[in-house]
């Protein structure tokens, strides 16, 4: 038996050596440098586009070098640990590395490239009991369509069926999906690994699309995350929330509930959280809070700090995060020390980086180990 | 406060502005011609090649028009409804389209576009109740990694917990991975709309990846599905089926047991069912399985077919499918109607298209009927 069906397979693994041989992530050698090899026999000119901060991948762009095949290679310079956005450029032509992992993020599909960290596995599988990641379908009146978020039940879920758990709500940053947390922020990875030590209560995460359009509006009207046409504070607070709560076994009352976010992402998370104090115990925002200069603990955010005991009555925590080479870093982090001093409270993630995934990862690596304590 | 929140959120929205203009999925127009813009001003030569059959796209390929203002564009012949892979040359370089949906396919992500189908609708969501699509992580000891399979479980998997279910091993095609039949697929919509149909039982889904490599062994060896560097089989039946049965809530009985794929996983799907008679009640396989000439009763799988009453007593059914443009088309149907006339429990889907995820549907939603009856 196993003969005969091992003849009929041999077509199938003639096409698949052709697969095979298509396959060429990029590679990172020593000193962190990463290769890449493009086919472009009759192209002139072949660049790597760092879409990342200028220095994330060692430079904001690379020449590819053509050899007597017609292949074109580059080695960088050491690239910073994390995951990166890349584009080449094929005589203009602004495109994805065809061999690469691709990510949804500048709103489309996109190359990236992940950096070892020899400091940091948190975000790595490891060998320990895993949550599941799951899709969850369901139908918006709000933007009369079928959507889908994805939601983070923790290891045992389905054993211990009696027991409830609180839910975080966290969002992508612009152009990026609800896919962002997961595939790019190993969110799902990093909690199992925390729960797993011991340093982070079991919580459910919800992970919608951050863009909620008004039914007709146009395309190129839907990406206004702060404006009219953008009808997720209304998705959340009306709909996604009773829905998760009415599927899921949850602590629905305000103190097991928060809501965080990066970029854009972490502007909803406040706009949302503190617009609802009703709804939410705890704010997170990471790289999204607090960039302008002058911050002013009387009128930021409406008068919200002022009264420190008021605040500090409803909400359990405002957290903040800011890479250290962001240039608001300065400003978010004389935020944070004026709100610290002021007696709100507050945490501060401030992990060497940009605005990028490896810090976000950090900041959430942070704030598990607060939000539901 | 929404004041405040709404001026500190402008520089994102922005920023999205940016991303909205990427934004350029390809339009599909009338008579299903299909149109592509790619911004390339120093490119010599713009193609876009079908990797479908040659008329999936209504032809092999196309060259690119240059505009005065550097950017490329095309509209092709009409193209026949489905879903079908494609890419884009760039002066010699074989690139994905930077702003189409991409899928893992042909060993990395790439380039896909869904023409509307006007017969068929039963691969999209509707407002019905969904099932949820889980990612399931899990150690494996086979390949000594953390492994992810996809688990579809049925509306109502949650609410009604002493409901147990059947239980559809379902393999994806060489070069695709364990996305591929939700991504590409939509199995999950289609079951969805079977059982509020009533024309499905509902069942679980399984969808692993199928390439197990022997631990230690090099990527270039990894994929030979029938060879002795895949564990798949091992890993199947000793690892995969006892998590899921301890995992969800299963009818782990072999008759409420089945095993299919597509192509390369119609193989895998063949040769792990019939080798584990004691195991699985049902096979099926998608233009995988009779693509020789000459299909002998007496001696094809080894003599499994020769004794009519003996297969049925141990197999429910044998599930085949193929494609009708299919180069196998003719042996394939030629195998089933030499097993239907000699008595074997079989039944045939044979929709109009090629190698293609189109007609993967179909059979899928062909066999979702028949299977756990």
Not at 302 to 324: E, I, M, P, S
Request: proline fraction near 5%; charge should be neutral.
């Amino acid at each position: 038996m196993k003969k005969a069906i091992f003849l009929f397979c041999i077509c199938f693994t003639m096409l698949l050596n052709v697969h095979a041989q298509l396959m060429k992530e990029p590679t990172v050698g020593s000193e962190k440098r990463a290769s890449f090899v493009l086919n472009a026999p009759d192209a002139k000119e072949v660049k790597l586009l760092n879409l990342s901060d200028d220095m994330a991948l060692g430079a904001k762009e690379y020449n590819f070098e053509k050899s007597s095949d017609g292949t074109w290679t580059l080695t960088t310079n050491p690239c910073r640990p994390g995951l990166h956005y890349f584009a080449i450029s094929v005589d203009g032509a602004k495109i994805d590395y065809p061999n690469s992992s691709h990510y949804f993020g500048w709103g489309k599909w996109t190359s990236m490239i992940e950096i070892p960290d020899d400091q940091l596995d948190f975000y790595l599988p490891k060998d320990v009991p895993h949550g599941e990641v799951r899709q969850h379908y369901y139908y918006s009146k709000t933007t009369r369509t079928t959507r889908k978020c994805l939601v983070y039940t923790p290891p045992g879920y389905d054993k211990d069926l009696k027991q409830k758990y609180p839910v975080l709500y966290l969002q992508h940053g612009a152009g990026e999906s609800e896919l962002g947390w997961t595939m790019q922020g190993k969110v799902n990875f990093i909690l199992d690994n925390l729960i797993a030590e011991g340093k982070s209560k079991p919580f459910i995460v919800v992970m919608d699309n951050g863009y909620a359009p008004r039914p007709g509006i146009e395309a190129e009207h839907q990406f206004n995350p702060g404006g009219s046409d953008n009808l997720f504070e209304d998705l959340v607070t009306k709909e996604l929330i009773p829905m998760i709560d009415a599927s899921y076994r949850t602590l629905s009352d305000q103190k097991n509930r928060a809501i965080a976010g990066l970029s854009m992402g972490g502007g909803q998370a406040m706009r949302i959280g503190f617009n609802h104090p009703e709804l939410f115990g705890t704010v997170a925002s990471f790289s999204g809070a607090g960039g302008r200069a002058n911050f002013d603990l009387e009128t930021a955010y409406n008068g919200l700090f002022k009264d420190a005991a008021k605040f500090n009555q409803t909400y359990k925590l405002f957290f903040v995060g800011c890479g250290t080479l962001e240039s608001m870093y300065p400003n978010v982090k004389g935020m944070y020390d004026t709100l610290k001093e002021h007696g709100i409270h507050t945490a501060f993630s401030g992990p060497i980086g940009s605005h990028e995934w490896q810090v976000w990862r950090v900041h959430l690596y942070d704030f598990a180990q607060l939000v539901f304590k």
